[in-house]
């Protein structure tokens, strides 16, 4: 195998998305059990947003490689791995280190990519259709029939979200500014402006109640969220948007919502309230990667066949993921902003 060099983008502290370095170094030969991946497309997730501003709740200490998820070519394969793998397109759910031009994984936590679907395509359905999907099908176990409330239906999970509640015969609700009014609509759900009196307009749209709310907002407008569930309902929250760009530790803003969400569950309200965590049970690494297969596999194969739209809002040079950064956070898009080697891959 001949020398590989890695083009990576990093993350050298709390900087604006001007700030990060564009650097390059020598990958060894995949290890034991490892594949060498070129990479095709990786995400701009909200998880890096919060990783440049120190905010991610257990992100690495600095310098590091974001990169959240990834798609690409196995490229080589060290011993014990299937040859097979060699030349298939993979995807791959990675926390940090996606924001990269090759990278090392281990070969059993890729996901088979089917044919059909394109680098950029597939990038944006793996932390977002994971996430989705088990927020839908697992943590809320939703029923065809009920109504959902989906808070930044726009975003790259929301706009993902939507379209698996719609597939599963589920009627959605969903929040986004004026400017994403039609985009929100065409994929299937009913707009609500997140600036306006929101809980008003739910109440209109379903009086007796929405059966699951999705918030990634979190703050004081989560008793909101939860005041909108019918009885035996069920709130999901995934993150903590609306904290941001609040100074202080990134840990007390998910504490408190934790010991929220925990106090809930114990009144005796009728109604559940979870957070999502798509990294939980993975110290079972069996099971988990099993999951994330199965799961991923459900997402992909409804992209083939048309039910699900992957939204790429942008394809974006990796060597210019400063400007991609700046573009995902600047909230005036419709799905993932996707750093590709090229702008023809």
Known sequence: MSTVYATEIVLPGTVDPDGLLVTTRELPAPAAGQVLVTVQASGVSFAEQQMRRGKYYDQPPFPFVPGYDLVGIVAAAGASVDPALIGQRVAALTKIGGWSSHILL?????????????AAEAETLVVNGITAWQMLHRTAAVPRGATILVHGANGGVGSTLVQLARAAGIRVLGTASPRNRAAVEALGASWIDYRGDVAAEVRALAPGGVD???DHVGGSGIVDSFGLLAPGGTLVSYGTASTRDVAGDSRLPVLKLFARLL???????????????????????????????????????????????????????????????????????????????????
């Open 106 to 118: 281990d070969a059993a936590d890729v996901v088979p990519v089917p044919a059909g679907l394109g």
């Open 263 to 345: 106090w809930w569950n114990a009144l005796p309200n009728r109604r559940h309230a979870h957070f999502f965590n798509i990294w939980a049970g993975k110290r079972n690494a069996g099971r988990f990667r099993h999951r994330i297969a199965e799961d991923l596999g459900s997402v992909f194969a409804l992209a083939v066949q048309g039910t699900v739209r992957p939204q790429v809002a942008a394809r974006i040079p990796l060597t210019e993921a400063a400007r991609a950064l700046t573009l995902a956070e600047s909230g005036t898009v419709t799905g993932k902003v996707v750093l590709v080697p090229a702008l023809e891959a």
């Open 212 to 214: 699951a709310v999705f």
